[in-house]
């Protein structure tokens, strides 16, 4: 039973379900090995696709890539501050949408077949990110996309990690315990999921004296 304090439904691997029609509640769960596969080939295909298309020297490639990865961490804390936690005052139909957008998972966060957008989703959404890429950045958005979605399947790999495996004894460590900090104690903080470099430059690390001895306690 969830008691007052407790930030969760139930910690035990399950899947509820999320919509009433069987179909499409199906379509909401996927096995996280899908999405990281299909994002991981896509950001192959943009590369050779510049290769093959455009004049673009191989150093600025690499330098496109690495862009599109850091700009992919900021969208994914971007996305869980301000989009998936509604600030008070939000409508409760927005927050009915990120309750099933995200919501969900703060409510059954070892449900795995949740960790991953489904696939029909995000191949929708690589398609929409290349037309946009384009707009902005022309034939450099090919190499800046590969990246972006390469950010996206490195992220799906540790928030899948961090919540199904115990921590590591080593620096990865972090990552563990930031996440437990924001699903378990404190949700308006470390949004950061794959790297905790932005919460460090908006000021949203462990506000409780408890949880900031924990944070620190991983670097010694």
């Keep these: 039973m969830k008691t007052r304090t ?12 999320m919509f009433e029609n069987k179909i499409l509640n199906r379509l909401s769960q996927t096995h996280i090995a899908t999405p990281i596969a299909i ?89 929409a990110l290349l037309f946009l890429f384009e707009l902005v950045l022309g034939e450099y958005s090919f190499s800046y996309l590969a990246g972006f979605v390469v950010g996206y399947a490195l992220y799906l790999m540790v928030h899948y990690t961090v919540h199904m495996y115990a921590p590591p004894r080593n620096f990865l460590r972090t990552l ?23 919460d460090y430059v908006f000021g949203t690390l462990p506000r409780t004296e408890k949880d900031r001895r924990m944070a620190k306690e991983i670097h010694r």
């Design 6 to 17: 407790q930030k969760f439904k139930s910690n035990a691997e399950v899947s509820p379900p």
């Design 39 to 127: 994002f991981l080939v896509y950001a192959i295909g943009l590369l050779w696709y510049t290769e093959i298309s455009t004049e673009i020297p191989p150093l600025q490639v690499i330098g496109l890539f690495f862009a599109g990865i850091l700009g992919f961490t900021f969208t994914e804390y971007a996305v869980h501050r301000w989009i998936y936690h509604p600030p008070h005052g939000a409508s409760e139909a927005y927050r009915q949408a990120t309750y099933k957008m995200h919501g969900m998972h703060h409510d059954y966060p070892k449900d795995k077949r949740r960790l991953a957008m489904p696939p029909i989703v995000a191949i929708v959404l690589a398609t």
């Design 176 to 198: 563990w315990v930031n996440h437990s900090i924001h699903h378990y104690s404190e949700d308006e903080v470390l949004f950061g999921v794959s790297q905790p470099l932005w």
